[in-house]
């Protein structure tokens, strides 16, 4: 069971926009900022968003991330089928653990 | 530009050690630290634990705890993660990645090395 609890499968068809939801706690999500990875098979995790809402250079501003109290949300709009990854979010927890999702597989119909 | 750079694969027995290496470039090294993240066959991404690249300090995943080792070389920018007593559901891909501890979990990321555990 992971520390952070996310719906192990989300879809949507091309053109639409998905959400992925991200439950964390008081001593998680909420009092630390989240990171969000999409995970293709065979290759590294790659930073998606982090600090909440922030994208790295090069991230598509198809995606989009918020956060409120304990819980965080990842948005893609526009799905596109090369979008279909599994995702993850994570965050420190108080005592300097990182915490991950159980990862979300998102498949575009 | 930021790169982290694992060993290759390892086939190891039940109740061997395995020694995972990372050597990062691109980025001033004892700024950041260094977590390891395993992802075992069908599951999801597991942290196993950090070290700092400035002072050497730790901090292990209680799951982890007595079995797992990490060491970081300056001289190198080379961080290690051994792991002992290995059991077949070690078997994994491991990832070394940066990390700046209380602000991001991780950024960037090695490409993995897969380590098979069995008889």
């Known amino acids: 069971q992971s520390v952070l609890i996310q719906p192990p499968s989300a879809s949507g068809t091309p053109g639409q926009r998905v959400t992925i939801s991200c439950s964390g706690s008081s001593s998680t999500i909420g009092s630390n900022t989240v990171n969000w990875y999409q995970h293709l098979p065979g290759t590294a995790p790659k930073l998606l968003i982090y600090s909440n809402n922030q994208r790295p250079s090069g991230v598509p501003d198809r995606f989009s991330g918020s956060k409120s109290g304990t819980s965080a949300s990842l948005a893609i709009s526009g799905l596109q089928s090369e979008d279909e990854a599994d995702y993850y979010c994570a965050a420190w927890d108080d005592s300097l653990n990182v915490v991950f999702g159980g990862g979300t597989k998102l498949t575009v119909l | 530009q930021v790169q982290l750079v694992q060993s290759g694969a390892e086939l190891k027995k039940p109740g061997a050690s395995v020694k995972v290496s990372c050597k990062a470039s691109?980025?001033?090294?004892?700024?950041?630290?260094i977590s390891w993240v395993r992802q075992a066959p069908g599951q999801g991404l597991e942290w196993m634990g950090w070290?700092?690249?400035?002072?050497?300090?730790?901090n292990y995943d209680q799951r982890f705890q007595g079995r797992v080792t990490m060491t970081t070389d300056t001289s190198t920018s080379t961080t290690y993660m051994a792991l002992r007593s290995l059991r077949s559901d070690d078997t994994a891909v491991y990832y070394c990645a940066r990390s700046v501890v209380g602000a991001t979990p991780v950024d960037y990321w090695g490409q993995g090395t897969l380590v098979t555990v069995s008889s």
């Open positions: 070290i700092s690249a400035y002072n050497g300090h730790t």
């Open positions: 691109g980025y001033t090294f004892p700024t950041y630290t």
